[in-house]
């Protein structure tokens, strides 16, 4: 039960990481403070149901199309969370695809880092006890 606590507290800094240095590189995008954190919610929700679904649906164009199943799921989440929330703003057809590109990007960098910044040695106690 603390490991799917964990997973999830990482997931949600993760993508929240990568929101933030999309908005900070791209000007077609802007992140509301007041509602980013409900942003941030939808757009982790989104994407955890949606990857498997994707993955399950792409496997059949052979493992290529298995490799861009998460910056797919990205896009969509991006779409869906603009759509559901007034904490994330995207415009442009450009601004769409770059933001899709690094927040899979920051966030994959981010799930791998967070970890190491503590979490690591309390799941490594954890399972000593």
């Known amino acids: 039960m603390i490991r ?3 997973r999830t507290a990482v997931a949600v800094a993760a993508n929240a990481v990568g929101l933030i240095v999309a908005a900070a590189v791209l000007d077609g995008m802007q992140l509301n403070v007041a509602s980013f ?3 941030v919610i939808i757009f982790t929700i989104v994407f955890a149901v949606l990857t498997p679904f994707l993955a399950v649906q792409l496997r059949r164009f052979g493992n290529g199309a298995i ?3 998460a910056l797919i799921a990205t896009l969509v989440s991006l ?3 603009d759509l559901l929330s007034d904490g994330l703003s995207i415009s442009g057809v450009g601004t769409w695809i ?3 590109v690094i927040v899979w990007l920051a966030a994959l960098v981010a ?3 967070l970890p190491f910044l503590g979490l690591k040695k309390y799941l490594e106690d954890d399972r000593r006890n």
């Open 37 to 39: 954190v409900l942003a």
């Open 98 to 100: 770059a933001a899709a």
């Open 111 to 113: 799930a791998f880092v």
């Open 67 to 69: 490799g861009a199943t």
């Open 4 to 6: 799917l606590i964990v």
């Open 79 to 81: 779409v869906i969370t």
